[in-house]
């Protein structure tokens, strides 16, 4: 005879309490009081009472002897062999240890590709501007030197040999932190 | 539960004698349930070193939110799920009652069971072993890991909600549809009133 259950509604979760003496005492008078007049539920009851009964017969079983043998040498295993470089990057934790290859990989890749692009950017931008600055630092000292140049020419001109007024006009740029 | 913590702890600290320890307490449960789930030896034996492997590389993560008889129950319940998707081999793991009994190079018919027989007295017969076992390896996994983890490894409700990370309310309905299922599938064992 097949049982309906829907004619109890929550039996379920009642009858497995009952079953396994998980009710508390006034469920267990109540659904014992219900059980009595009910023919489905009682006969549910005794069902799967017998099924748990079964259930539990079935004899233990253990592992083999060799299992802390086996299971060292699988250890030693693991231990031993360290994973890739390109593997031990950093991945949130809930990254399974499964799926981290097919995680570490494109990782890995756009990590080289963010890295390659920084690179150029470093490499390239700074040296444009510092040859700028040097170009333009070494003109003004170009000419710095071109006119002191001709001011040494215009003044050793109309000078004998030996007069040094125009060289203290020189030092006296020297005193005053020129670039000499 | 507190030998639990204090095995943890040594583990976390590189102590080797703490994880033999746990695996000679916790072994022979969890090979007794992943026997159970995926129905053979060999896979029970397999992950359940699995598991223990699990634990080894992880124990550092370990945190005492669960216990640690939830968090290896959890590792296996996981692992045997994981099993069954990979290989799909419900061949072997759903034998129909009806189905006739390979010995040696020959076919058999199974026994049909005595029905004046009464439950307690064919208990240690291997042949309602076997049919038992196709009885269960015929119910979702889910409902084959609770049933399993409450009638056969005598887990608590709450213990059970824990491993499988789900509310009370569904632990029990797990069971009841798990042993309904059964119930139907081992009705022969069953009518003997």
């Keep these: 005879m097949e049982t309906k259950l829907i004619t109890c509604p929550n039996a379920e979760q009642t009858i497995v309490g009952y079953i396994d003496g998980n009710l508390s005492t006034d469920d267990r008078i109540s659904f014992e009081r219900h059980m009595a007049s009910c023919q489905v539920c009682r006969t549910i009851e005794r069902e799967l009472r017998m099924t748990q009964t079964l259930l539990r017969t079935l004899p233990s079983v253990e592992p083999r002897q060799d299992f802390e043998a086996r299971l060292a040498a699988r250890i030693a295993d693991v231990k031993l062999k360290p994973s890739p470089w390109w593997m031990r990057v950093w991945l949130p934790s809930y990254v399974k240890p499964a799926r981290r290859r097919h995680v570490a990989i494109p990782v890995v890749a756009v990590a080289s590709v963010v890295a390659s692009l920084g690179f150029v950017y470093v490499s390239r931008v700074p040296t444009v501007k510092t040859g700028a600055v040097q170009t333009a630092a070494a003109s003004d000292e170009t000419a710095v030197l071109s006119e002191l140049a001709n001011q040494h020419h215009a003044a050793s001109a109309t000078q004998s040999l030996g007069d040094t007024s125009g060289v203290v006009v020189v030092a006296s740029d020297m005193a005053t932190g020129g670039s000499w | ?193």
Excluded at chain 2, 16 to 28: E, G, H, L, P, W
């Design chain 2, 1 to 193: 539960m507190h030998q639990d913590a204090e095995l943890i702890a040594r583990c976390q600290r590189a102590d080797a004698s703490a994880f033999d320890a746990i695996v000679a307490r916790y072994k022979t449960k969890i090979y007794h349930y992943l026997y159970r789930m995926t129905g053979n030896a060999e896979d029970a034996d397999d992950l359940t070193q699995e598991v223990f492997i699990r634990m080894y590389t992880n124990i550092g993560k370990f945190r005492a939110e669960a216990s640690l008889s939830t968090w290896l129950f959890r590792i296996a319940g996981n692992l045997a799920v994981d099993r069954f998707r990979r290989t799909k081999n419900s061949r072997r793991l759903v034998t129909s009652l009806d189905a006739p009994i390979q010995v040696g190079e020959e076919e058999a018919s199974r026994d049909v069971p005595d029905m004046s027989m009464a439950p307690e007295v064919l208990v240690g017969r291997r042949e309602l072993a076997d049919h038992i076992e196709s009885a269960l390896a015929k119910l979702p996994a889910k409902l084959r890991s609770a049933v399993i983890l409450f009638d056969v490894e005598g887990m608590s409700y709450d213990e059970i909600a824990g491993v499988e990370g789900i509310p009370l309310g569904t632990v029990k309905s797990r069971i009841f549809n798990a042993r309904v299922a059964l119930r139907d599938s081992l009705r022969p064992y069953l009518e003997t009133e």
